[in-house]
């Protein structure tokens, strides 16, 4: 009795938690050199800076349990209810759910889950097939944590799991960060930006992690980011520019850095939860629900708890 579980974002990593405590050996590999998934931080200058999801909301009871710990443990923090609104020359507000944050970045939350696993970082996936097998190495279960496109990479055509990923589409999202040698703008959280060609949403990330710091960080639109496919560094200007603007920033940044997500989030939700096949593949991510971190988070949890117990109702008595 085994599952592999290939991404170790917040949805594999739960997954794996909720396996392991019901006592099924199960692995999660990893293609990057680190956990955290579309949750990750980069350390720029010195410091870790969230390039990923800007922020978690917390709505589901067994989730606040989580929440709960990292609050205690001091890795999360409430950070803010009311995202300023900008667009068209106005500025508004936007009260809300209490957005959270971490103070070491969001990708230290999954590390803690992840924490007495067995992940497998840099290790390249190729292959998932029929049986199940991963590049010709069989489990009873796999479970591909990792949006739909990633996943469709992977599996056979034939694959009973490929209809319920082929044709939803995915948005891509260029991340750029960008620091000053001292604040120059408006006393803000984070804004989100509507009806603009360049910019999403602007997070102060020395609020968010609660230094202080002169670093902001901004999300592009899908069209930006489609426009920059293949230079995503050409997006750099004309963020910053867009950003100095939108903020009335009177001076250029000191420096930038830039990361591209090719599939940051869906352009519609789901209704189930998961997928898990006769086959023995299994899907999860923010993808099944209301794209959140906490839709990750219940996304593996759920398919966990469900793969654990077929394997246990095929156990012998």
């Known amino acids: 009795m085994s599952v592999l579980v290939v991404g170790a974002g917040l949805a594999g990593v739960a997954c794996a938690v909720e396996l392991t405590a019901a006592g099924v050996p199960v692995q999660v590999l990893e293609r990057a050199a680190s956990v955290g998934g579309r949750m990750a931080s980069r350390t720029v200058h010195g410091r870790p800076v969230d390039i990923g999801a800007a922020y978690f909301t917390v709505r589901d009871p067994e989730f606040?349990?989580?929440?709960?710990?990292?609050?205690?443990?001091?890795?999360?923090?409430?950070?803010?209810?009311?995202?300023?609104?900008l667009g068209d020359g106005t500025r508004g507000?936007?009260?809300?759910?209490?957005?959270?944050?971490?103070?070491?970045?969001?990708?230290?939350?999954?590390?803690?889950?992840?924490?007495?696993?067995?992940?497998?970082?840099?290790?390249?996936?190729?292959?998932?097939?029929?049986?199940?097998?991963?590049?010709?190495r069989p489990a009873d279960v796999v479970v591909l944590a990792m949006p739909d496109p990633q996943a469709l990479r992977l599996?056979?055509?034939?694959?009973?799991?490929?209809?319920?990923?082929?044709?939803?589409?995915?948005?891509?999202?260029i991340t750029v960060?960008?620091?000053?040698?001292?604040?120059?703008?408006?006393?803000?959280?984070?804004?989100?930006?509507?009806?603009?060609?360049?910019?999403?949403?602007?997070?102060?990330?020395g609020d968010r992690r609660?230094?202080?710091?002169?670093?902001?960080?901004?999300?592009t639109t899908a069209d930006a980011a489609r426009r920059h496919e293949r230079d995503p560094a050409g997006a750099v200007g004309p963020v910053v520019g867009a950003v100095r603007d939108l903020l009335d920033v009177p001076t250029a940044p000191s420096w930038t850095a830039v990361h591209r997500w090719d599939h940051a989030a869906p352009a519609a939700a789901r209704d189930q939860p998961f997928h898990l096949g006769d086959d023995g593949i299994?899907?999860?991510g923010d993808s099944w629900g209301s794209s959140r971190v906490e839709t990750a988070w219940r996304s593996g949890t759920l398919l966990g708890r469900a793969v654990a117990a077929r394997l246990g109702a095929a156990q012998p008595r």
């Open 93 to 136: 507000r936007s009260p809300g759910p209490v957005r959270w944050a971490a103070p070491h970045g969001l990708a230290s939350l999954v590390a803690e889950l992840a924490s007495g696993l067995t992940v497998e970082l840099e290790h390249e996936i190729h292959h998932v097939g029929p049986g199940p097998v991963v590049d010709g």
């Open 210 to 219: 609660g230094d202080g710091a002169a670093v902001l960080v901004a999300h």
């Open 177 to 205: 960060v960008a620091g000053w040698p001292s604040r120059e703008w408006p006393e803000m959280p984070a804004a989100f930006v509507n009806d603009h060609p360049v910019l999403s949403l602007i997070a102060d990330d």
């Open 282 to 284: 299994a899907v999860a």
């Open 64 to 85: 606040a349990e989580v929440v709960a710990r990292w609050r205690t443990a001091g890795l999360a923090r409430p950070w803010t209810s009311e995202l300023a609104v």
């Open 155 to 173: 599996l056979d055509p034939a694959s009973p799991a490929v209809p319920e990923l082929a044709g939803r589409e995915w948005r891509p999202v």
